[in-house]
């Protein structure tokens, strides 16, 4: 993946990853997802999205290359939440304070223990 890509998982760690241009689109077509969103880095791109509402996006948006992968990714989700991942991101989200920001980071943690 590149700079720029962005990971969309869900709390079972399974996972889209978006390269730089299809997360670019995702954003253009999706309104940065705000909608969907339901906490977010102030800083970087990185947020909980709440899955019912990224369907709903993605059903009224533009075709994207990877929106059947998302919807799927949204629909077998085990939990109503989605996590955005900027894996290049150098921030540490020191201004993303409240409960959700704890939710998204043992999802992710959990996920890369998974992985390593
Ligand atoms: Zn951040």
Same mark, same amino acid.
């Given at each position: ?16 990853? @978006? *390269?730089?241009?299809? &997360? ?6 999706? #309104?940065? +997802? ?5 906490? =977010? ?13 990224? @369907? *709903?996006?993605?059903? &009224? ?6 929106? #059947?992968? +998302? ?5 077998? =989700? ?35 223990? =998974?992985?390593?």
């Amino acid at each position: 993946m590149d700079d720029g890509g962005l990971v969309i998982m869900d709390d079972d760690g399974n996972e889209v990853v @978006l *390269d730089a241009r299809e &997360a670019e689109g995702l954003f253009a077509i999706a #309104g940065r +997802l705000e909608a969907a969103t339901v906490s =977010a880095c102030p800083d970087c791109r990185c947020r909980v999205i709440a899955t019912v509402a990224l @369907l *709903d996006l993605l059903d &009224a948006a533009a075709p994207h290359p990877r929106g #059947g992968e +998302l919807m799927d990714l949204a629909d077998d =989700a085990p939990t109503l939440h989605l996590y955005v991942i900027d894996p290049f991101t150098m921030c540490d989200h020191p201004r993303w304070r409240d409960p959700l920001s704890d939710e998204w980071l043992e999802a992710v943690e959990e996920a890369e223990r =998974a992985k390593y």
